[in-house]
């Protein structure tokens, strides 16, 4: 606030002292702390599934067919989440459906975001011709119907986890792009870009010094957005029956499965149902918190 | 020549800005009057006060973090910081009004210049729209507006950086304020239009016998315009003196400091 | 000896509606100089910076540095005349990247041009580098793993000089280098500008349209004016005995820290009502979108 001095006093801050105050910053985030732990359990149980369910999730058992959850009358111990139509747990569905979930999630995002941030650096750094090619394509894309999309790709090449990535990696690219072209037009006028090159930075060490850090926080913004989107559209395209194959569990699935039983048994859709929305806020308030950190302005000395 | 009454008296004003695990005390107990028919300039350099005093007098802080813990701001009888908000809101614009720094974000980008003029008419006075039309052109002409008529129908990037400032003086002035308060007006000019624009705000302080706070970093600036100064340091007044005064016996080493950096043009 | 020359150097922007943002300047700058260049925001000073460091292709005309055309050096060559120019851009506050260390921003120059800066064993040198630019412009070294934002803008502006300075540069373009500083840091700006100069032989090429500001540090001046230059000459020429009306017209806009002397210019001046604007009231904005 006073006139500054020439000499600063040496900074007690190192490295070190940087990474802390990262994570204080985060923890100070009570709501991005829970988020963080929920999330942290749901990938652990995507990892362990195997070891955790107590039951085979396709183990069928037609003596005990839509059993309530134990809570309830009529429910047992042995199924706490309850049964299904065919007398699968409940609770083991869940569970093995989180792999799914996630992998499709992340799998969307990293691949919709890589494609669209190179994309966007490209067109937004070098505009002329390659710029006005690569937007007519996003909008060409965007045009684009994406069921009808999901419906060649599994047409012609077969159903299968890896082929629901692609397709919602390739369906979701646009946004990206388009985001991280717009902040690279204005990040481009930026003095330390227009320096960088007067000292003689080539081209690719600019956009990944000084353009790509620079967009990290909206890229977190629409990523986070993008993994629970990509969730919830995996789920309705196996709800449709075009995603994986019929053995994998998936909350979409069981979604559809539970649709017809509505009305007598809801736990076998809304317990999918309430997996779905619990990971998709999970995952956007955690981005929000991320987006916080990304920002060196955002700690505080 | 007897000395008028003070239009417009700042008292012990405390600003501070409660941040989240801090506060910044950014005003500690200013000081100040003025008087019809005078130019106060309040100088400093960033991080000094002088803006957040300035804003001060209309409430203009965003609330929070701004809090005023002390002082009053006293102008026709009442305390600015405490009068309700909807009679603070007939003073804004009418009896005491801002001009701010930089006329391209503080004029509306998708408003025709002559709405943004007229509109303290309309709003405060409800004049109809010829007659808010009428007064607002005659503000623009009087500013030093050329071919008024035709300025009222443009919009503010179709006019240089000098024009929008002086059809954001005009905008202040067309609800014959008795307080005009001009935070840096010129700082965003070049050297030109800033003189023509000190000399606007010389003439016109004249001509309407208003107060004129002149809120400025540079002294050079105030030389030209103000009758007193006060210096700020640090959220605090380190001195008030008439201009000829202060710059012939600075009495205190901060403002001998701050005349000393300030270039000039002929060598010392 | 002439340092950098530019010969007819002409920039213009937009096909449709053409405009002339640097018209036909010709002009040189001799070693261990400094050279002014002011004019008021929109006169073209910045695009003519931009062309002389190579940043937008000129139009018509060529620009010289010691000698060497600098448009018929190829790629390779003319990244190593760029290590010998190099510039510091107005605002402290968008020159610097927010994602980087002072460290790296320091040491960008030498990790770009020079290979031994990179690797393991580069990295102790270019830290002790980094140290002793740092040193230079009188800053600690110990704020080299902090953030620019943790700094005040004459602090930034500071690192901004160690960073032109790494390479050991012959001409520094100094861009508006002080104009967003507070008056009792923008002296100390200039003091370690002059001091640098003269330790290390720098040439400055100085834009300003503060005039008070080129008096006190230039050693000759160019007016410039919707593209043109429409005065040069020595310091002392240029603000005792003006040539062009348009140079007086700038030198008497200037507001004189003294109120005795300010009242009387004004007694004598037009009435203020009379706009005067020397450019028309309508001119175009600057076509590099640069606004001051």
Same mark, same amino acid.
């Given at each position: 606030?006073?006139?500054?001095?020439? =000499?600063?006093?040496?900074?007690?801050?190192?490295?070190?002292?940087?990474? *802390?105050?990262?994570?204080?910053?985060?923890?100070?985030?009570?709501?991005?702390?829970?988020?963080?732990?929920?999330?942290?359990?749901?990938?652990?149980?995507?990892?362990?599934?195997?070891?955790?369910?107590?039951?085979?999730?396709?183990?069928?058992?037609?003596?005990?067919?839509?059993?309530?959850?134990?809570?309830?009358?009529?429910?047992? !111990?042995?199924?706490?989440?309850?049964?299904?139509?065919?007398?699968?747990?409940?609770?083991?569905?869940?569970?093995?459906?989180?792999?799914?979930?996630?992998?499709?999630?992340?799998?969307?995002?990293?691949?919709?975001?890589?494609?669209?941030?190179?994309?966007?650096?490209?067109?937004?750094?070098?505009?002329?011709?390659?710029?006005?090619?690569?937007?007519?394509?996003?909008?060409?894309?965007?045009?684009?119907?994406?069921?009808?999309?999901?419906?060649?790709?599994?047409?012609?090449?077969?159903?299968?986890?890896?082929?629901?990535?692609?397709?919602?990696?390739?369906?979701?690219?646009?946004?990206?792009?388009?985001?991280?072209?717009?902040?690279?037009?204005?990040?481009?006028?930026?003095?330390?870009?227009?320096?960088?090159?007067?000292?003689?930075?080539?081209?690719?060490?600019?956009?990944?010094?000084?353009?790509?850090?620079?967009?990290?926080?909206?890229?977190?913004?629409?990523?986070?957005?993008?993994?629970?989107?990509?969730?919830?559209?995996?789920?309705?395209?196996?709800?449709?029956?075009?995603?994986?194959?019929?053995?994998?569990?998936?909350?979409?699935?069981?979604?559809?499965?539970?649709?017809?039983?509505?009305?007598?048994?809801?736990?076998?859709?809304?317990?999918?149902?309430?997996?779905?929305?619990?990971?998709?806020?999970?995952?956007?308030?955690?981005?929000?918190?991320?987006?916080?950190?990304?920002?060196?302005?955002?700690?505080?000395? | 020549?007897?000395?008028?009454?003070?239009?417009?008296?700042?008292?012990?004003?405390?600003?501070?800005?409660?941040?989240?695990?801090?506060?910044?005390?950014?005003?500690?107990?200013?000081?100040?009057?003025?008087?019809?028919?005078?130019?106060?300039?309040? =100088?400093?350099?960033?991080?000094?006060?002088?803006?957040?005093?300035?804003?001060?007098?209309?409430?203009?802080?965003?609330?929070?973090?701004?809090?005023?813990?002390?002082?009053?701001?006293?102008?026709?009888?009442?305390?600015?910081?405490?009068?309700?908000?909807?009679?603070?809101?007939?003073?804004?614009?009418?009896?005491?009004?801002?001009?701010?720094?930089?006329?391209?974000?503080?004029?509306?980008?998708?408003?025709?210049?002559?709405?943004?003029?007229? $509109?303290?008419? !309309?709003?405060?006075?409800?004049?109809?729209?010829?007659?808010?039309?009428?007064?607002?052109?005659?503000?623009?002409?009087?500013?030093?507006?050329?071919?008024?008529?035709?300025?009222?129908?443009?919009?503010?990037?179709?006019?240089?950086?000098?024009?929008?400032?002086?059809?954001?003086?005009?905008?202040?002035?067309?609800?014959?304020?008795?307080?005009?308060?001009?935070?840096?007006?010129?700082?965003?000019?070049?050297?030109?239009?800033?003189?023509?624009?000190?000399?606007?705000?010389?003439?016109?302080?004249?001509?309407?016998?208003?107060?004129?706070?002149?809120?400025?970093?540079?002294?050079?600036?105030?030389?030209?315009?103000?009758?007193?100064?006060?210096?700020?340091?640090?959220? $605090?007044?380190? $001195?008030?003196?008439?201009?000829?005064?202060?710059?012939?016996?600075?009495?205190?080493?901060?403002?001998?400091?701050?005349?000393?950096?300030?270039?000039?043009?002929?060598?010392? | 000896?002439?340092?950098l020359e530019l010969?007819?150097l002409?920039?213009?922007?937009?096909?449709?509606?053409?405009?002339?943002a640097v018209d036909?300047v010709t002009l040189t700058v001799h070693?261990?100089e400094t050279l002014a260049l002011v004019g008021e925001s929109g006169c073209g000073k910045t695009t003519l910076t931009r062309l002389l460091l190579?940043?937008?292709?000129?139009?018509?005309?060529?620009v010289?540095?010691?000698?060497? %055309?600098?448009?018929?050096?190829?790629?390779?060559?003319?990244?190593?005349?760029?290590?010998?120019m190099?510039v510091v851009l107005q605002?402290?506050?968008?020159?610097?990247?927010?994602?980087?260390?002072?460290?790296?921003?320091?040491?960008?120059?030498?990790?770009? *041009?020079?290979?031994?800066?990179?690797?393991?064993?580069?990295?102790?040198?270019?830290?002790?580098?980094?140290?002793?630019?740092?040193?230079?412009?009188?800053? %600690?070294?110990?704020?080299?793993?902090?953030?620019?934002?943790?700094?005040?803008?004459?602090?930034?502006?500071?690192?901004?000089?160690?960073?032109?300075?790494?390479?050991?540069?012959?001409l520094v373009v100094l861009d508006e280098p002080t104009s967003?500083?507070?008056?009792?840091?923008?002296?100390?700006?200039?003091?370690?500008?002059? $001091?640098?100069?003269?330790?290390?032989?720098?040439t400055y090429l100085f834009v300003s349209h503060n005039l008070?500001v080129v008096r006190?540090v230039a050693d000759r001046v160019a007016v410039m004016r919707r593209g043109a230059l429409v005065e040069v000459g020595t310091a002392?020429?240029v603000?005792?005995?003006?040539?062009?009306?348009y140079t007086?017209?700038l030198?008497?806009?200037?507001?004189?820290?003294?109120?005795?002397?300010?009242?009387?210019?004004?007694?004598?001046?037009?009435?203020?009502?009379?706009?005067?604007?020397?450019?028309?009231?309508?001119?175009?904005?600057d076509?590099t979108?640069q606004?001051r």
């Open positions: 606030m006073t006139v500054t001095s020439p =000499v600063l006093p040496a900074a007690a801050g190192t490295a070190t002292a940087h990474r *802390h105050t990262v994570l204080r910053t985060l923890l100070r985030n009570r709501l991005a702390v829970v988020a963080l732990a929920v999330l942290a359990v749901l990938v652990l149980a995507a990892v362990l599934a195997p070891l955790i369910v107590p039951y085979d999730p396709n183990a069928q058992n037609l003596l005990q067919r839509l059993q309530p959850p134990a809570w309830l009358a009529g429910g047992h !111990r042995a199924h706490l989440l309850g049964t299904d139509e065919l007398g699968r747990d409940m609770l083991s569905r869940v569970i093995y459906g989180t792999r799914v979930s996630l992998l499709v999630g992340a799998g969307a995002a990293l691949l919709a975001g890589t494609v669209g941030t190179a994309v966007g650096l490209v067109a937004g750094y070098f505009g002329g011709w390659p710029d006005r090619l690569l937007m007519r394509l996003a909008d060409v894309q965007l045009a684009f119907p994406a069921i009808l999309l999901a419906l060649a790709v599994i047409g012609f090449l077969g159903s299968g986890l890896g082929f629901v990535i692609l397709v919602l990696g390739f369906t979701g690219w646009v946004s990206y792009a388009r985001v991280v072209r717009s902040e690279v037009l204005s990040l481009r006028t930026r003095d330390f870009v227009t320096e960088a090159r007067a000292i003689g930075v080539t081209d690719t060490a600019i956009i990944r010094r000084h353009l790509l850090p620079n967009v990290t926080a909206p890229l977190a913004t629409i990523a986070t957005l993008h993994v629970a989107a990509a969730i919830v559209a995996e789920a309705s395209l196996s709800y449709l029956g075009l995603g994986v194959p019929k053995e994998t569990v998936t909350w979409g699935g069981m979604l559809a499965d539970g649709q017809l039983y509505l009305g007598t048994a809801w736990w076998v859709a809304v317990f999918p149902g309430l997996a779905l929305m619990i990971t998709s806020l999970a995952v956007n308030l955690t981005g929000d918190a991320l987006r916080d950190v990304a920002d060196p302005k955002a700690y505080r000395r | 020549m007897t000395t008028p009454a003070p239009l417009l008296e700042i008292d012990d004003l405390r600003v501070d800005f409660r941040l989240d695990d801090t506060t910044v005390h950014a005003v500690r107990g200013v000081s100040l009057e003025v008087r019809p028919g005078e130019t106060l300039a309040v =100088v400093g350099e960033s991080g000094s006060g002088k803006t957040a005093t300035a804003l001060s007098v209309l409430r203009l802080n965003p609330e929070p973090p701004c809090a005023y813990p002390a002082g009053a701001i006293r102008f026709d009888g009442r305390d600015l910081l405490t009068v309700p908000d909807r009679e603070l809101g007939r003073i804004r614009g009418a009896d005491i009004s801002m001009v701010f720094q930089d006329p391209m974000t503080s004029l509306d980008p998708l408003q025709r210049v002559g709405a943004q003029v007229a $509109e303290v008419l !309309r709003h405060h006075h409800g004049l109809p729209r010829s007659a808010a039309r009428h007064s607002a052109l005659e503000a623009m002409d009087e500013v030093g507006i050329p071919d008024p008529e035709r300025r009222y129908r443009q919009y503010p990037h179709e006019l240089s950086g000098g024009l929008r400032q002086r059809v954001m003086i005009a905008a202040a002035l067309v609800g014959r304020p008795r307080v005009l308060i001009a935070d840096e007006p010129t700082t965003a000019l070049d050297v030109t239009v800033q003189r023509q624009i000190l000399d606007l705000l010389v003439g016109l302080r004249q001509r309407h016998d208003m107060a004129v706070v002149l809120i400025t970093h540079d002294l050079a600036v105030v030389a030209e315009t103000a009758d007193r100064v006060v210096v700020m340091n640090a959220g $605090e007044i380190v $001195e008030t003196a008439d201009v000829h005064d202060l710059f012939a016996r600075p009495a205190h080493d901060y403002t001998r400091r701050l005349l000393a950096a300030t270039p000039r043009l002929e060598p010392a | 000896m002439t340092l010969d007819g002409r920039k213009e922007f937009g096909a449709r509606h053409r405009t002339v036909d070693e261990g190579r940043l937008l292709e000129p139009t018509a005309g060529t010289r540095f010691d000698g060497r %055309d600098l448009a018929a050096l190829s790629t390779a060559e003319l990244r190593r005349v760029r290590r010998q190099q605002d402290p506050y968008s020159s610097m990247n927010p994602r980087m260390r002072v460290h790296d921003i320091v040491a960008e120059p030498l990790v770009t *041009h020079d290979p031994a800066a990179r690797g393991r064993r580069g990295r102790a040198a270019t830290a002790q580098r980094v140290a002793a630019l740092l040193e230079a412009v009188g800053l %600690d070294p110990g704020i080299r793993d902090r953030y620019p934002h943790e700094f005040s803008g004459g602090q930034r502006q500071r690192v901004s000089i160690a960073r032109a300075l790494a390479l050991e540069p012959r967003a500083l507070d008056v009792s840091v923008q002296a100390r700006v200039l003091d370690l500008l002059a $001091e640098l100069q003269q330790r290390l032989g720098l008070a006190q002392a020429d603000f005792g005995a003006p040539r062009h009306p007086r017209q030198l008497d806009a200037v507001p004189v820290p003294d109120p005795r002397r300010a009242r009387r210019t004004r007694d004598t001046a037009p009435p203020a009502n009379a706009p005067r604007d020397p450019a028309g009231p309508d001119r175009p904005a076509p979108g606004v």
